[in-house]
């Protein structure tokens, strides 16, 4: 095999797929783990409060162990800090092979396996695991490309001295140009930050406006673009990546539009507008989910699409699984000739224990091919 090439890819560095990156370095399958974020459980550091604590609990009923020991929270809970640091240093001490900022883009389907493009190339793999949890960054819809635009603020440093596009009128926007703010304020830096929103006023709460209101107060420069709505990706002359919003808009009785429009390269560019399930990336890698009927589904409502998966996590797409959050709280298990519902509680536990069930499975299927040879 060459570098490129792999038996396992495994797509989202959370306890799912880190606990799947183990296992195959356990089990000796060729495997690459890859992470969107800055580090690992990047997830969890985003989604949990500052020092909360994290719990090692367990789905009701359940009396399966952590199958991952080394990943299962402590008994006497911890602050999601120090379960973050514990990870870290479990995956550089386990020397997991890991690539962080490699976002998933994706998949085509080849004679032994698949095609994988990502943020950072194309990998050649037999099998993927999807592991990348259930809350997925919205995608600015434009003419065009806006796949540069980030959507999580990494780095508030890396604005300084740029004018800066905040897109999102809610309080992660709000919160995402306060840290902004603070940076360029402490480097000397009087360039705005220009916040933009489809709709003409924001909806933030008041301890995030008071956050907001300090910064400007000790002299944040902000321009305000209510009813601002991002219209095309695209390459100037260049080849800069840009995108072009527009500000303001009035269609004439003649039919004629006169408009106004700014045009920010797109590394000035920070998308906050929200997260959705992983349905529509399901839906766009051709992985088939059934709608509940009435009575048939006891955890999802009436209407609800629930990916449909084996018992050990394979999709519709032989050779693709999925695990952890991204199939929470339920899924269609396909047994034998009956198509079930089945309970998955988002949870720590769940999320590592699916890894387990889906590399043993690999594991079985690795040795019947090869004993096939
Ligand atoms: C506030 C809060 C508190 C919670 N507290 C607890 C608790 O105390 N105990 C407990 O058991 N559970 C708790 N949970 C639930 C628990 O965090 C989840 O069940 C668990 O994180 C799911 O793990 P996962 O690996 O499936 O997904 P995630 O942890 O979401 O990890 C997915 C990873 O994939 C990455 N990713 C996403 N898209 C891509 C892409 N396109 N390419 C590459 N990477 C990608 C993400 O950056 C992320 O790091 C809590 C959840 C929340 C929101």
Redesign the pocket.
């Known amino acids: 095999m060459t570098q490129q090439e792999y038996e396992v890819l495994i797509?989202?560095?959370?306890?799912?797929?880190v606990a799947a990156a183990y296992l195959c370095h356990q089990q000796g399958i060729s495997y690459l783990l890859?992470?969107?974020?800055k580090r690992v459980?990047?997830?969890?550091a985003t989604?949990?409060p500052a020092g909360?604590n994290?719990?090692p609990?367990r789905p009701k009923d359940s009396e399966e162990p952590f199958r991952v020991t080394a990943l299962q929270?402590p008994d006497k809970p911890v602050t999601v800090e120090k379960y973050l640091q514990y990870v870290e240093h479990f995956v550089e001490h386990e020397e997991l092979n890991l690539q962080l900022e490699?976002?998933?883009e994706d998949v085509q389907e080849e004679r032994q396996g698949y095609l994988v493009s990502t943020s950072k190339g194309a990998l050649r793999v037999k099998r993927i695991i999807l592991?990348?949890?259930?809350?997925?960054p919205k995608e600015l819809t434009v003419y065009g490309d806006a796949k540069m635009v980030a959507k999580t603020l990494d780095d508030p440093k890396k604005y300084i001295g740029m004018r800066t596009l905040v897109i999102g009128g809610g309080n992660t926007a709000a919160d995402v140009i306060s840290s902004i703010l603070r940076a360029k304020r402490e480097a000397e830096d009087d360039q705005p930050v220009y916040w933009a929103h489809i709709a003409a006023t924001f909806d933030v709460n008041k301890e995030t406006a008071q956050r907001l209101g300090e910064e400007i107060l000790l002299g944040g420069h902000v321009r305000l673009l209510p009813g601002a709505q991002p219209r095309i990706g695209e390459v100037d002359k260049y080849g800069v990546d840009r995108l072009v919003i527009r500000t303001s808009e009035v269609r004439q009785s003649d039919g004629i539009e006169i408009y106004n429009a700014l045009s920010f390269p797109m590394q000035n560019v920070l998308a906050c507008i929200g997260s959705q399930g992983p349905l529509p990336v399901f839906d766009k890698l051709g992985l088939q989910s059934i709608a509940c009927t009435e009575g048939v589904c006891r955890v999802a409502k009436e209407g609800d699409r629930l990916l449909l998966l084996t018992a050990d996590f394979e999709s519709t797409r032989k050779g693709i699984y999925v695990i952890?959050?991204?199939i929470s709280p339920s899924f269609m298990c396909i047994s034998g000739s009956s198509i079930q519902e089945r309970k998955h509680p988002?949870?720590?536990?769940?999320?590592i224990n699916d890894a387990y069930t889906v590399v043993i499975a690999i594991r079985e299927k690795i040795d019947g091919e090869l004993s096939k040879q």
């Open positions: 797509i989202g560095a959370g306890p799912a797929g890859i992470e969107s974020g459980f990047q997830g969890i989604t949990y909360k994290v719990f609990s929270p490699t976002q998933f592991s990348f949890g259930s809350s997925i952890g959050g991204g988002n949870l720590i536990h769940t999320a």
